[in-house]
């Protein structure tokens, strides 16, 4: 089991930055991958980025260029580096540490509660 914990969220004018945290209850050095996701009123989830253990990152079309994932294994931390925003970046963003497979066996994965990230002028 693993708790994470979401913490950065706010509000924020347009153009500006915001760097949320997520801190994990225990190491995330084995976890398979870990990755933010975020949900705005009235739609479904979305991948925002996820980085791999072994530090690949992936990042959804819409924030290309303006995010940055990054992991600090000896803090059980990741970082979502958040800059350029824009309105429709508003959302509840959540962290999530998926423990992947092991011979053959998905062994699940945890969400965090979310924070709220509002961007509006």
């Known amino acids: 089991q693993v708790q994470l914990v979401e913490s950065g969220g706010g509000f924020v004018q347009p153009g500006g930055s915001l760097r949320l945290s997520c801190a994990a209850s225990?190491?995330?050095?084995?976890?398979?991958?870990m990755g933010w996701y975020r949900q705005a009123p009235g739609k479904q989830r979305r991948l925002v980025a996820f980085?791999?253990?072994?530090?690949?990152?992936s990042y959804g079309d819409s924030v290309k260029g303006r995010f940055t994932i990054s992991r600090d294994n000896a803090k059980n931390t990741i970082y979502l580096q958040m800059n350029s925003l824009k309105p429709e970046d508003t959302a509840v963003y959540y962290c999530?540490?998926?423990?992947?497979?092991?011979?053959?066996?998905?062994?699940?994965?945890?969400w965090g509660q979310g924070t709220q990230v509002t961007v509006s002028s």
């Open positions: 999530n540490a998926d423990q992947g497979y092991y011979l053959g066996t998905y062994l699940g994965d945890y």
């Open positions: 980085i791999t253990s072994g530090g690949t990152t």
């Open positions: 225990r190491s995330i050095y084995s976890i398979n991958t």
